[in-house]
């Protein structure tokens, strides 16, 4: 996995409420020309995200964040 579990994790949180909002446009909202932008822009993100996961192959490497760099006062 090239992201920590806590990030994949939160990505399909993501999809899951956006497929929600999905179903309750599709079927609980009256039919229109802006719905259906609406609900085929969310497919596609959907589908995106999707494929993200998918290919969320490899190892992760964890960051070294323990070091910021310079101060402001080492820049001078």
């Keep these: ?3 920590k579990i806590s990030q994949f994790c939160d990505k399909i949180d993501s999809v899951k409420k956006m497929a929600d909002d999905l179903r309750v446009l599709k079927y609980d909202t009256p039919k229109s020309h802006e719905r259906d932008i609406q609900i085929n ?3 596609d ?3 995106a995200d ?3 996961l998918a290919h969320d192959k ?3 490497e964890k960051v070294d964040t323990s070091d910021t760099g310079p101060t402001p006062t ?3």
């Design 41 to 43: 822009s969310l497919i």
């Design 58 to 60: 490899g190892n992760y």
């Design 50 to 52: 999707c494929l993200l």
């Design 1 to 3: 996995m090239l992201h």
């Design 45 to 47: 993100i959907i589908q």
């Design 74 to 76: 080492e820049w001078l």
